[in-house]
């Protein structure tokens, strides 16, 4: 089944390059001043049972400042009165942890192969934080991810020593980086874009496999592993939200996960499963007959949803709102409920946010950014 599939996607795509990383930071950084410091920091592995732990997926700025991938890290900005450097602490070499766990690059090789100018290992955080935090202004930190850093950086803010009072040294203020970085990733280089292609690429020939196997009597979960099954044999790291596999009653959940049901062959089946390439989400959800035909019923709604998608896709266009394509779907929508008869409004009355019966069937929005995260960051509504 896969073997055939995997022969329609193209070639991989290239790896983000050295010189973009760099780019970055230079973009991120040439907005603040010299007496600021970056700390981004990553996730801690998380627990599923006993001595179990979740696959790790670091955190999204990491990975768009330097790629790098590795649980217990921490990426440093700081600025030496002559430059920017920024310094990357990572997991030590250890030869029997990667026995057990697998290889890990060090600090020897992180600074090889990875845009960063200096590397150390994680164990020695703390000593280099001191000094980068006294000769600092402002910490640009987002808070929540790691507990222990959070509190080395407010201890500094509110540290009232000696030192500070004889020298005027440490923060005294701190900022979430998280609004200026959201702005860089909201738009895509063409690197990226090659990236989040290939991972829709998989994404799509998997909704096709589960649509060949699709009939009477198989189950969500079955479904659900051979699209991320596929996922996996494309090439990809998985996927890249929980896939939601919901036949009958269970499609109009939205975020249904369980997957547990069989599926009968006069249902219609809701698949909602994108594939992460390299840090890329794709996102797709379609719908089909498990049987194969659609009863005239289930045409009718069928082609309503059909009719919004396409003329959402024609509104796409560079000069448009944002909310343009969402707002022709919604009319879309509401002029085909209104014609067969499930809402009994005029189209005005239909579309009131408010009072509208459309939420009713339709009650979120048509299209959300898409990058790093499945919910990618940027600000939807600048001027309001």
């Known amino acids: 089944m896969f073997s055939d599939a995997v022969k329609g996607l193209p070639t991989e795509p290239k790896s983000v390059p050295k010189s973009v990383y760099l780019e970055r930071q230079q973009r991120f950084l040439s907005q603040l001043t ?11 592995e998380a627990v599923r049972s006993n001595d179990v732990t979740y696959p790790y997926r670091t955190s999204s700025d990491m990975l768009y400042f330097v790629g790098w991938t590795d649980p217990e890290s921490v990426l440093i900005f700081h600025h030496d009165d002559s430059k920017w450097i920024s310094h990357l602490f990572v997991q030590p070499k250890d030869t029997l942890k990667e026995i057990w766990e697998g290889r890990r690059p060090g600090a020897e090789g992180a600074k090889l192969g990875w845009s960063v100018d200096e590397a150390s290992s994680i164990h020695d955080l ?96 079955q479904l659900q592993a051979i699209i991320e099954g596929f996922f996996v044999y494309g090439g990809t790291s998985g996927w890249a939200y929980p896939s939601i596999v919901g036949c009958g009653e269970n499609a109009t959940i939205l975020h249904y996960t369980v997957n547990e049901s069989k599926c009968k062959g006069d249902e219609i089946i809701l698949i909602d499963a994108g594939a992460e390439y390299k840090g890329y989400a794709a996102d797709i959800t379609r719908s089909w ?70 939420k009713n069937w339709y009650m979120h929005n048509t299209g959300h950014w898409l990058g790093l995260d499945v919910h990618d960051v940027g600000v939807y509504k600048p001027d309001g």
């Open 34 to 44: 010299t007496s600021d410091l970056v700390i981004i920091t990553t996730p801690p």
């Open 126 to 221: 703390e000593e280099h934080l001191d000094t980068f935090l006294s000769d600092c202004s402002t910490v640009h930190i987002r808070t929540g991810i790691s507990t222990g850093i959070d509190s080395i950086v407010l201890s500094s803010i509110e540290r009232r020593d000696r030192s500070r009072q004889h020298f005027g040294t440490g923060p005294v203020s701190l900022e979430d980086p998280s609004r200026r970085i959201a702005e860089m990733r909201l738009r895509k280089s063409p690197e990226e874009i090659e990236l989040m292609r290939y991972a829709a690429d998989v994404s799509s020939v998997a909704h096709e496999l589960a649509m060949k196997a699709s009939k009477d009597g198989i189950s969500e979960y």
């Open 289 to 358: 007959p498990i049987g194969g035909t659609f009863s005239d019923a289930q045409k009718e709604i069928y082609q309503i949803v059909l009719d919004a998608q396409e003329q959402a896709i024609a509104a796409c266009r560079v000069g448009n709102p944002y909310n343009q394509p969402h707002e022709v779907a919604r009319t879309v929508l509401a002029e085909g409920l209104i014609r067969l008869g499930i809402i009994n409004q005029s189209l005005e009355e239909a579309l009131d946010s408010q009072t509208g019966q459309l």
